[in-house]
């Protein structure tokens, strides 16, 4: 069935990189989403990656797709204190609507 | 402002205790969700609808009734809540159900059912 794993905690230093990984395993995935959680908050969408790219830069984030490993991750440059929270990656397929969701990785940015 | 909002934030009940979460989104969307999220889970969707009086069951409807009377309006109904349904849940709505569109989180319920 469909399944998405991500690593449950990384702790990185202002200003180091951040590298969240995700794997997936549904072929039939279209879309694939990085949504961010901030304590007390709901989900906030940062970037999606379209299944025939494979690589997405906006602003500090890069979002890396290998499609044959079925593997994802999302590189945030510069790592604030600000960036602390879970981030979650997500896939969906052509239909849309339905997320599924990896476990969370909660990134915490030590001054 | 455009956004999804839930009531109530937080909720302490006890079991068998009938209630309802509501939620509610202000961008004519068409498609809506509930979902829960569960430590070392991630977020699983309960139910969905389509548009209005048009409903389906996700991944993990069992003891969750919804109803969609109105576009704005999709609540979550636990008519005997459980230990089992403590969890943080969440309502989402996209414009259509595509996956171009963005889909919108409103900020969670916390359900507490002793």
């Known amino acids: 069935g469909e399944d998405v794993e991500q690593s449950l905690f990384l702790s990185v230093r202002e200003g180091d990189s951040s590298v969240i990984n995700c794997t997936y395993t549904?072929?039939?995935?279209?879309?694939l989403y990085w949504y961010k959680q901030e304590p007390g908050a709901g989900l906030q969408l940062l970037t999606y990656i379209f299944s025939n790219m494979d690589m997405k830069q906006d602003q500090r984030l890069t979002v890396l797709l290998n499609k044959k490993d079925k593997h994802l991750s999302l590189r945030i440059a510069d790592t604030q204190t600000g960036d602390s929270a879970i981030y979650f990656c997500?896939?969906?397929?052509?239909?849309?609507?339905?997320?599924?969701f990896g476990q969370g990785t909660e990134l915490s940015v030590k001054p | 402002e455009a956004q999804v909002t839930q009531n109530p934030r937080y909720l302490i009940t006890v079991t068998g205790k009938k209630l309802t979460v509501t939620c509610s989104q202000n961008m004519n969307h068409e498609y809506m969700s509930w979902y829960r999220q569960d430590p070392g889970l991630g977020l699983r969707q309960i139910y969905y609808?389509?548009?209005?009086?048009?409903?389906d069951k996700g991944d993990v409807p069992e003891g969750y009734k919804v109803s969609r009377k109105e576009k704005r309006n999709f609540p979550l109904i636990l008519e005997s809540p459980s230990p089992n349904q403590t969890s943080l849940y969440f309502c989402?709505?996209?414009?259509?159900?595509?996956?171009?569109?963005?889909?919108?989180f409103g900020p969670g319920t916390r359900l507490t059912v002793l």
């Open positions: 989402a709505s996209s414009l259509r159900r595509a996956a171009t569109d963005t889909q919108y």
């Open positions: 997500a896939e969906t397929n052509n239909q849309g609507g339905k997320l599924i």
């Open positions: 609808s389509m548009n209005v009086e048009v409903t």
């Open positions: 549904d072929s039939s995935s279209t879309y």
